[in-house]
């Protein structure tokens, strides 16, 4: 009863946010960017809005970072000029070629739930497209949204949230198999980075787990496209940073769904421990066979508890129980915190959780006595601290979403829309001990920590290299790692310090010869995305593709990319 209660509660601000958000009648104020002038010819001018209340919040984002300090957000260049509220794909289309016909072309962004950190889906005197509101104006919302029982698929728009997603292939008794830690993002953001969680290991990201495209490109095109039918811009777009074109439609391929998980947490006090664990949970389809316990899990992350009082985060809160439930609504008691917060100390400060789930019930899944035998084998076989694992079983869907539980605690607490001077970086095997010992023992354990820290490894060959996504050089190694240090700067001041720490760890990687890439990346001109990000393999690729797509770099110039047409 409560959950239906906050349902309509949510839909009922979407539906206020609707009119609030309804376009005012054409033209825009005078104080607006002169091309916005000729855009009054076209069917597309009573969407578009150019007053400041539209534009201030197109041209924020989830970092909210700012030169001036905490509290302002974070302009890529400048403030966006207008945005496009489209009721379907085609006026988006019709943007993009009226920027197209323009001696200097306006830059235009695709904007979804601007969970971008560095301003990245900003449109600097351009205009941004609010995705949200496809199909929304006439109606059309639900019929993007559609699940293929037969086919074993969903076509979903490229505004939809993968957490809607999750629920209307899951009334199907279906799921998709990759996902994001966090489901309230939309389905074109996150496939134009690359879509990462604890199940790529197995499955690969979410650009590797899509069948069809519906994409509009720089010049205005709409094309549908595949890895048979126009492959080059299929791959380009995946992982593409917005560069190519527009998401409108994808066609992600489904599977049977679980019904539950068994949601488990080990501890470790060393990050060799725990490393060498992951890359045999992970050893899975690739050299050297599985081992007693590759595959036994279906989720496969961990995280780095650096002096930290609680166990627990907003990022890995359990799921709550429910009223008929007698299972607890956190992994671990009072007692057990001591006894973790003991242990720590012995270790210095540094602790290591390789947290993993086991999906089971469902049509396909296997049953819970199964979970229990692969417990035993997990709790022999790998290298923990003996006593220290932490299990709970909880909704399959409710683990998928359990980050926007920990959302709702710090929204409540006024402690979500704070700065985020996130660092997320991509690292060779080579040098993930170096790095935990440089950054997790040294240069982080010297503040207290202020958000969760992630670490993960990858399996290379569930990645398409064909794709514009960047992970760390082909070295020959077969596993990469992921580190994800997501920071909030709550206080006055904590913007710059873990900004300049975050430049400490990239400096030590650096100078340790760690080859990082970042991932979710920002650099601040061209020069480094070709030096730094892309190299001297992919970049003439990446241009190639931006000239043959987006040729007068009109798409998301907020990447730093490319800020003018190319030659």
Request: one cysteine or more.
């Amino acid at each position: 009863m409560k959950q239906e209660q906050v349902r309509m509660a949510v839909l009922l601000m979407l539906n206020c946010f609707v009119k609030a958000t309804a376009p005012p009648p054409w033209p825009p104020s005078a104080s607006s960017a002169s091309f916005l002038d000729d855009l009054g010819d076209l069917g597309i001018a009573p969407l578009i809005r150019a007053d400041e209340a539209a534009t201030a919040r197109a041209s924020a984002d989830f970092g909210n970072l700012s030169v001036a300090g905490v509290g302002a957000p974070r302009l890529a260049a400048a403030a966006a000029a207008a945005v496009l509220y489209p009721s379907r794909p085609a006026d988006i289309a019709a943007l993009l070629r009226a920027s197209c016909a323009r001696p200097a072309p306006f830059a235009v962004s695709a904007r979804g739930c601007g969970h971008s950190v560095r301003g990245q889906a900003s449109a600097p005197d351009g205009v941004v497209v609010d995705m949200a509101s496809l199909g929304r104006l006439q109606g059309g919302g639900a019929r993007r949204l559609a699940v293929s029982v037969e086919g074993r698929y969903v076509d979903a728009g490229g505004e939809q949230l993968w957490v809607d997603v999750l629920r209307a292939s899951m009334a199907h008794g279906l799921t998709p198999v990759s996902w994001t830690d966090y489901l309230h993002l939309t389905v074109g953001g996150t496939l134009s980075n690359a879509g990462i969680s604890g199940q790529a290991f197995r499955h690969g990201p979410q650009i590797s787990n899509v069948l069809e495209l519906d994409v509009i490109t720089g010049v205005g095109e709409m094309v549908t496209c595949s890895k048979e039918k126009a492959p080059d811009l299929f791959d380009a777009v995946l992982g593409g940073l917005g560069q190519f074109g527009v998401i409108t439609r994808a066609r992600i391929p489904l599977a049977p769904a679980p019904a539950r998980a068994r949601w488990v947490r080990f501890v470790y006090t060393t990050a060799a421990a725990m490393t060498a664990d992951q890359e045999r949970l992970i050893a899975v389809d690739r050299a050297g066979g599985a081992g007693a316990v590759g595959g036994l899990m279906d989720y496969v992350e961990g995280s780095v508890h650096l002096n930290q009082g609680l166990v627990e985060t907003w990022r890995t809160q359990p799921q709550p129980p429910s009223p008929s439930s007698s299972s607890s609504s956190s992994f671990f008691s009072d007692a057990d915190e001591a006894r973790v917060a003991a242990l720590a100390k012995e270790a210095g400060g540094v602790l290591y959780f390789l947290e993993g789930a086991i999906y089971f019930g469902g049509a396909a899944g296997p049953s819970a006595a199964d979970v229990d035998k692969r417990m035993d084998v997990l709790r022999r076989e790998l290298r923990h601290e003996r006593g220290f694992v932490f299990a709970q079983d909880v909704a399959y869907a409710g683990f998928l979403d359990r980050v926007h539980d920990g959302e709702l605690k710090l929204r409540a607490a006024g402690l979500w829309d704070v700065p985020h001077p996130w660092l997320n970086l991509f690292l060779p095997r080579s040098g993930v001990l170096a790095f935990a010992d440089g950054v997790f023992h040294g240069i982080l354990s010297r503040t207290p920590a202020m958000g969760p820290v992630l670490i993960y490894p990858m399996n290379r060959n569930k990645w398409d290299s064909n794709m514009s996504a960047v992970i760390t050089d082909d070295d020959g190694d077969e596993v990469f790692y992921t580190v994800g240090i997501l920071r909030s700067a709550a206080a006055a001041g904590d913007v710059g310090r873990l900004e300049e720490q975050n430049d400490e760890i990239l400096g030590f990687c650096e100078v340790a010869g760690i080859a990082y890439k970042q991932y979710l990346p920002y650099y601040g001109s061209q020069a480094e995305w070709q030096k730094r990000h892309f190299g001297a393999k992919l970049w003439p690729r990446f241009v190639q593709r931006k000239s043959k797509y987006d040729p007068k770099a009109i798409l998301s110039r907020g990447q730093g990319i490319f800020t003018s047409p190319l030659a």
